[in-house]
């Protein structure tokens, strides 16, 4: 059975960083597309960045140049590097892998950004 399972969120204060990773099992990770969504309290599921399995990359505008996606193929994990984190980058962070017919959600990590 596919997992996927993330880590590394936590409270940070305005201007800090946090590192999430995301380890995938039972699956052929290298052929995945990989995904970070974010939900902030009271809005809808919003798509952060991907990582397609050339190792492409794409952010939404909001992150662009404070949050870096990357992977690690040999270790099955999905990293996303933020920094000079903002009060509204607060919610629950989700990656997504996708391929051909298959799509697999982690249960969520919290980032909440406070001072």
């Known amino acids: 059975q596919v997992h996927l399972v993330e880590s590394g969120g936590g409270l940070v204060q305005p201007g800090g960083s946090l590192t999430l990773s995301c380890t995938g099992s039972?699956?052929?990770?290298?052929?995945?597309?990989m995904d970070w969504y974010r939900q902030a309290p009271g809005k809808q599921r919003e798509l952060v960045a991907t990582?397609?399995?050339?190792?492409?990359?794409n952010y939404t505008d909001s992150v662009k140049g404070r949050f870096t996606i990357s992977r690690d193929n040999a270790k099955n994990t999905v990293y996303l590097q933020m920094t000079n984190l903002k009060p509204e980058d607060t919610g629950v962070y989700y990656c997504?892998?996708?391929?051909?017919?298959?799509?697999?959600w982690g249960q969520g990590t919290h980032v909440t950004v406070s001072s």
């Open positions: 039972a699956m052929a990770f290298r052929l995945y597309t």
């Open positions: 990582i397609t399995r050339g190792s492409d990359t």
């Open positions: 997504n892998g996708r391929f051909a017919m298959f799509d697999y």
